[in-house]
């Protein structure tokens, strides 16, 4: 019972610390969703209707369109920056004040980070249901989408939580999480659909996880998944939430013998 | 104004002195963040590469002309992280925390001080690094070179200077709001404008990005402008626009200090 009443009380913790200012997170969120599906119409303009093609990657321009908005949705709900105060507190000595506690630290900053997300899940959830109604889409799929999403935030922050160990032994272990986001940017799919890659490219976004993020979901909630490639992506994304749990077992393991506790 | 210019460009080399100093202890910053910016490039390369998998021209621009686009971007960009960007990240502690105080002290204009005070030197490897792309594909995107290149200082200046009155105009609230985070991310999120040749944008978009939010100076209308040379109607535009910025700015930033409570604002 304890258990579960302090995760609660961290996820409402990390939920009003979000919106505590409210104007800032509402433009905050107008801002992240709509400037980049801005970006990426352009892009669709610009091949279609200035350059006169009809089709790119077997998609025309509503396909794509299609894309922009729905992908959206599922771009808010990946990553978070709650990694980043993960390794902030290594290097900091701040971990200190959490190794004195009967809480994991690396749970505890992902339930704090992740209670926006989850609202920002439900929010998009809605928009996207009025939206499936609208155009026809299955709601069911949209909800199996946001499932997948959900699973990507997971392991978007394990990886980030595993990277963040560098932190032990590295001042500058930030950098990696930098690099880690650029590549989760064109690799998610969040800046264009991953089917256009040429296909002696397709295996470089297929061998990492981020997929699962924004272009997975995306393609089920459209109806371009099946349910056996559904499946599969759930499975895929179960299979690496394992594989990061075990990572971040080890590299705390490993991390937390070289912990010096300098300031915090 | 021989003698305020010399006092100007002095206190400016004592920052960057400063700065330099502060930053050689940190080496490692220095290889760290190099690898962070060549990651950044490559993003930006294979966003392009992958669009121009799929299509032979872009608005009418081909690949080599964007790669050139982005070498100009690159180090347009690069001049400002390295001298001014820093600078407005810390804007809001000057006013919040009444650091501003000691500024407003000195025998220099306040501004000039708040916005020259931190530097990023490891920044400036992107410029280098712009203007090698923009030398290595040149040729293949049209630009004609020779005496041309004598254009690109000018050229990467407007860059720069588009970026500091823009970034100031989502700054200066700060005397209002007393957050502005939210507004330094907004302008980041609209920067993504930046990135792509104007070219790429419908009519209405176009207006805004070289009006309103003229993101196409850092780096779009300067290569348009190596590439295919502008029109008057475009010089006009640019000098109406920046001018336009700068009195807003200055009007903004002399309301805002009459609105400022020193260490408790």
């Known amino acids: ?264 | 104004m021989n003698r305020t210019l010399t006092k100007y460009f002095r206190v400016f080399f004592i920052q960057l002195k400063n700065n330099f100093v502060r930053e050689a202890v940190y080496r490692s910053n220095l290889f760290t963040m190099l690898f962070v910016d060549i990651i950044w490039i490559a993003v930006e390369f294979s966003l392009f590469g992958v669009i121009y998998a799929n299509t032979p021209t872009l608005a009418g621009w081909t690949q080599p002309q964007v790669y050139f686009f982005l070498g100009i971007f690159f180090a347009s960009d690069a001049l400002f992280t390295t001298f001014f960007q820093r600078n407005f990240w810390n804007f809001s502690d000057l006013v919040n925390k009444g650091e501003l105080d000691i500024l407003l002290t000195k025998p220099i204009h306040p501004l000039f001080l708040a916005l020259t005070r931190w530097m990023n030197i490891t920044a400036i490897f992107n410029l280098f690094f712009g203007i090698a792309i923009a030398i290595r594909y040149a040729e293949p995107a049209g630009f004609s070179g020779g005496m041309r290149w004598a254009l690109l200082p000018g050229w990467l200046a407007v860059g720069v200077l588009t970026a500091i009155v823009v970034r100031f105009a989502f700054s200066i609230w700060i005397f209002w709001t007393e957050r502005s985070f939210a507004l330094s991310r907004m302008y980041y999120q609209f920067f993504a404008l930046a990135t792509k040749p104007d070219a790429l944008y419908p009519g209405w978009v176009r207006y805004v990005i070289l009006t309103f939010l003229p993101f196409a100076f850092i780096g779009s209308v300067p290569a348009r402008a190596l590439i295919h040379g502008l029109e008057m109607r475009e010089f006009l535009t640019i000098v109406f626009v920046l001018s336009g910025f700068f009195i807003f700015d200055l009007f903004f930033w002399k309301k805002g200090l009459k609105r400022y409570q020193s260490a408790s604002s």
């Open chain 1, 1 to 264: 019972m304890l258990r579960l009443k302090w995760r609660i009380a961290a996820l409402k913790n990390g939920l009003q610390d979000a919106t505590a200012y409210r104007i800032e997170f509402l433009l905050q969120l107008i801002g992240s969703a709509g400037v980049p599906a801005l970006i990426q119409w352009l892009l669709w303009y610009a091949i279609f209707k200035i350059g006169g093609q009809t089709e790119v990657a077997g998609m025309s321009y509503t396909d794509l369109l299609a894309y922009t908005w729905m992908s959206v949705l599922f771009s808010q709900v990946r990553g978070g920056d709650h990694d980043f105060a993960l390794m902030e507190m290594i290097r900091s000595g701040g971990l200190s004040n959490y190794l004195l506690r009967p809480v994991s630290p690396v749970e505890f900053v992902y339930i704090r980070g992740v209670a926006e997300k989850l609202f920002v899940a439900g929010i998009c959830l809605v928009i996207g249901m009025i939206a499936s109604f609208a155009v026809g889409l299955n709601p069911l799929h949209l909800l199996g989408a946001m499932i997948l999403a959900l699973l990507g935030n997971i392991i978007h922050y394990q990886l980030g939580a595993m990277i963040a160990t560098l932190a032990f032994l590295w001042e500058e272990a930030y950098a990696i999480l930098m690099v880690k986001n650029m590549v989760v940017q064109i690799l998610s799919g969040e800046l264009i659909p991953l089917n256009l890659f040429p296909a002696n490219m397709q295996w470089v976004w297929k061998m990492t996880p981020f997929y699962l993020y924004v272009y997975g979901p995306t393609q089920f909630a459209l109806g371009r998944w099946n349910l056996t490639e559904f499946g599969n992506a759930i499975l895929i994304a179960c299979a690496w939430i394992v594989f990061f749990t075990v990572g971040i077992k080890v590299t705390w393991k490993f991390g937390i013998k070289r912990y010096l506790s300098l300031g915090g």
